[in-house]
């Protein structure tokens, strides 16, 4: 059987927890946000009066189309949302899975790109996805009130290189981003960042 450096990847797998949704950015978009919309309505209390609900399903909107657009200007092909409480409260995260793509000429090879991102970075480390080798980055980027980012939060971001027998395959980003409870340093926070970390252990490529 061969190893994932030579397949040729044609999409991946990833395991989402419960009460997450995905999010294609590719087609499908705004079917997925609409039924996004539509079941957060039904968990509305009934005696929520009809024009607060429709307020309330214009701004779940205007939200979701702004991570929408977000994640489309960092090349995202898919974003995961969680949609239904955790332990009676509703985590502010996303999960954004971009493919970048690299023309890596000059006789630069994937290896030497791959220890290009490590370079310089202490909060990096080698990591592996279903064979292929890559980097794990977390960081804190503090509030930016003038970007809409009210608080500051906590980023993990796994760099792969796309399994495949050409040489520009590209490098697939997964991005992991949470306020947590408001502090970055947090016990929740730390939380949200192991179960992040648990996912992307259930990784795998879809080869040809």
Known sequence: MPSADTKNAVGY???IPPGWTRVPLREGTQEAVKRIVDDAAERVAPELPKDKVAEARME????LNSSVKEARHRDGVDLYLPTEPMHGYLVAASIVVAKV???LGGGIGRQDVLRQLLTGSEDSEPAELDGSAGMRKER????????GAETPSRHVDYVVQVPSSG?????????????GDGDPDSDFTAILVELFDAVMT???????
Not at 140 to 147: F, R, Y
Not at 167 to 179: H, M, P, R
């Open 13 to 15: 797998t990833l395991v």
């Open 60 to 63: 779940l909107y205007r939200r």
């Open 101 to 103: 793509d690299t023309a």
């Open 140 to 147: 804190t980027m503090p509030a930016d009130p003038e970007k």
């Open 167 to 179: 040489e520009d395959a590209g490098w697939l980003v997964v991005n992991f981003s949470t306020v």
């Open 202 to 208: 259930t990784f795998r490529w879809r080869t040809q």
